[in-house]
């Protein structure tokens, strides 16, 4: 069953929370009703208002699947999902929640894709080597599912590139390592800069709406943006600073060469004029 789209959401009245039918949760979710209904008897979703037969969900259920979408993108199972579901307070409300999702929400566009093998070539442009895969999936890029299904992650088309220049894999590797470690480490610094200085300021300066909460989203979202391009920039200007300092030092060692004989010339005439020559 298909989600029923352009269906206006149902309000008690103005100022409360949006009410829907299971439909209407389905169509705002961006999910099929078969799909919200699964998450439901899963225990991802906390249970419906009833009136009469009826089932009607808030705005905190459609919070808790756009939260499952966030958390489905970073290649999360439904169990871990469940877990992770259940270590959030039960009064969690859909700012928090809110909150919660800005701060998981994937820096990759598009949601990871599982294929088969030859739909894994397709993607990659080109017929891989099976020691070419296993060289993708050894550089971290491309997650087996199964014995015949690959997720690729993001960096995947990079890696494909990578492979068709003549460098030595171990210099590949190298290479690999040494961006995952820095990357790592500034990853976890902005991290915690953007918790300490942004989000939890914003928590406790006032009680906030949802619609304080859809902007700090989208404040976040403009924050990651601008940092990749700063993570960018920063490189270039620290490789272009490197260059130069290294051409410095070369033509600096060259004027030292150039004036040793100069320096040997004028002491040995210093000592002829001693000896009386």
């Not at 069953?1 to 009410?19: F, H, I, K």
């Not at 209904?37 to 808790?64: E, I, K």
């Not at 820095?182 to 619609?211: I, N």
């Not at 070369?250 to 002491?267: I, L, Q, W, Y």
Request: charged residues 30%; without cysteine.
């Amino acid at each position: 069953m298909s989600a029923v789209a352009g269906v206006e959401p149902t309000r008690e009245s103005d100022g409360e929370s949006a009410l829907r039918t299971v439909d209407e949760l389905a169509a705002a979710a961006g999910l099929t009703v078969r799909t919200t209904r699964y998450y439901a008897s899963l225990g991802l979703l906390p249970p419906p208002a009833r009136r009469g037969r009826m089932a009607w969900y808030d705005d905190t259920h459609l919070a808790r699947l756009e939260m499952i979408r966030a958390l489905q993108e970073h290649g999360f199972t439904l169990q871990a999902i469940e877990k992770y579901l259940a270590s959030l307070p039960a009064d969690a409300g859909v700012e928090d929640l809110a909150v919660q999702r800005a701060m998981l929400t994937s820096w990759t566009v598009g949601e990871p894709q599982e294929l088969t093998r030859r739909q894994l070539d397709q993607h990659a442009g080109r017929k891989l080597t099976d020691e070419e895969v296993a060289l993708i999936e050894d550089f971290g890029l491309l997650r087996r599912v199964g014995e015949d299904h690959f997720t690729p992650v993001h960096g995947f088309d990079v890696a494909v590139e990578l492979l068709q220049v003549d460098i030595p894999v171990a210099g590949m590797r190298a290479a690999g390592e040494a961006i995952e470690r820095h990357m790592s480490a500034l990853a976890a610094e902005l991290t915690r800069v953007l918790h300490d200085e942004v989000v939890e300021p914003w928590r406790h300066e006032r009680s906030h709406s949802r619609e304080d909460a859809e902007q700090l989203e989208a404040t976040i979202g403009t924050l990651r943006r601008l940092t990749l391009e700063a993570i960018v920039r920063g490189f270039q200007r620290s490789a272009n600073k490197l260059i130069t300092q290294s051409l410095e030092g070369a033509a600096a060692e060259g004027r030292g060469r150039g004036s040793r004989p100069k320096v040997e010339e004028r002491r040995q005439a210093r000592a002829a004029k001693q000896a009386g020559l």
